[in-house]
């Protein structure tokens, strides 16, 4: 009996867990191990100047902040096409373009289509008979450029004429051509200035120095040129100009003076103002009258440009010219009712607050300034929009 049950053990075959055939109604590889993003908990970046705004909460003022945040969009459009337009035939290999994100404006590590994709009306992709793709300037924008040719164009002696101050209020009345050139849109100077400068010998020279560096300097003072913004300004509303700046002065407590007394006297201290078109940069560096004359040469710089504001990259890049100091900084934010600083601690910029009204918007508009912005509303459009009629002017 013994063997039959060992052998009916043996030959009886082993059923599979009838539970493992059961078929479960999801499967372990679906299990969520990780928590999802929108659960996790929010780390706050780290403060560094990169981030940290320039100006405290309270001091910041916002449409000031939204033209840079528009610099920032506008960023790719603005470079690429200055970049575009200095190339044979206007156009560019794309997978060259691809490379090129310092040029052309893109974040690195990302396709540049994507920005290109973002103004169709502008700028458009297309396969050549080599079969490459290359991209260029849509026929629209091509008609865009004409027109803002005939501006450089009809802007000419305006143009020449700020080179010219520029000159006047430089230390030694010469400045390097790379660097006119590398600010070239703050004033609206256009690319090929370099070229046109042979064509007024009677305000330029260009030296050559041993290291190579090409030198514009000037050649004939103009006293009607060396008159600044703030006394122009001062002719029409002389007590709008005595407050434009505060040079306020030190006195101990026993004096006793009243808001009156110390207003007369931090006046009495402001005035005279130092022209930037004068020898001020022969003061000795720490003195009163050399701040009021770098104040001065940094109102009468930012009255050059533009939109009446500049970057700290561009201020900075003219510091020899212009006899600044690393305390540049610290002497325009002792200037409020003037100047206003915007952006963050590392990429500043520098507004004239008079020249803009409460709305954010410039007082007065240069014509290249009316083109920028009809350019930056095409750029938002979409293909069919001004074909349609909306955005035709």
């Not at 191990?33 to 100047?49: A, E, G, M, Q, Y």
């Not at 609206?188 to 064509?199: H, T």
Request: net charge positive.
């Amino acid at each position: 009996m013994a063997w039959r049950l060992f052998l009916t053990k043996i030959l009886t075959p082993t059923l599979p867990n009838p539970n493992f055939l059961k078929t479960f109604p999801f499967s372990t590889s679906f299990l969520v191990t990780k928590i999802p993003k929108k659960l996790r908990k929010k780390h706050n970046k780290p403060d560094s100047p990169r981030t940290r705004p320039v100006q405290p909460d309270s001091a910041r003022i916002p449409h000031f902040e939204s033209i840079l945040n528009r610099d920032s969009v506008f960023r790719f459009l603005t470079k690429t096409k200055e970049f575009l337009s200095k190339q044979p035939e206007r156009v560019l290999r794309l997978d060259d373009a691809g490379k090129l994100y310092r040029e052309l404006g893109f974040p690195r590590g990302r396709k540049v289509v994507k920005s290109i994709q973002r103004h169709p009306l502008i700028f458009d992709v297309y396969r050549h008979v080599d079969n490459k793709m290359w991209l260029g300037f849509t026929d629209f924008a091509e008609r865009l450029l004409e027109e803002e040719r005939s501006i450089m164009e009809s802007m000419e002696t305006d143009r020449v004429n700020k080179v010219r101050k520029l000159l006047m209020i430089s230390k030694e009345k010469r400045i390097p051509l790379s660097k006119i050139y590398h600010n070239r849109l703050l004033f609206g100077i256009p690319e090929d200035f370099r070229d046109r400068v042979a064509k007024f010998p009677e305000y330029f020279r260009i030296v050559v120095e041993n290291d190579g560096k090409r030198i514009l300097e000037l050649v004939n003072w103009d006293p009607t040129l060396a008159v600044s913004e703030l006394e122009r300004e001062f002719i029409v509303n002389e007590d709008k100009v005595k407050k434009a700046f505060k040079f306020p002065v030190k006195y101990g407590k026993d004096l006793g003076l009243d808001e009156s007394d110390t207003r007369k006297l931090n006046l009495l201290n402001t005035l005279p103002l130092v022209s930037p078109y004068s020898d001020g940069w022969k003061f000795d560096m720490w003195s009163l009258e050399a701040e009021k004359y770098r104040v001065g040469v940094v109102h009468e710089f930012l009255s050059l440009t533009l939109e009446k504001r500049a970057s700290i990259h561009n201020i900075v890049e003219f510091k020899e010219e212009f006899s600044l100091t690393r305390r540049t900084y610290e002497m325009l934010k002792k200037q409020p009712q003037t100047f206003h600083l915007a952006g963050t601690e590392m990429n500043w910029a520098v507004f004239l607050k008079d020249a803009y009204g409460e709305n954010g918007i410039l007082i007065q508009k240069d014509p290249q300034v009316v083109f920028n912005e009809k350019l930056h509303k095409f750029a938002q459009m979409q293909e069919g929009e001004v074909v349609s009629g909306v955005g035709e002017e």
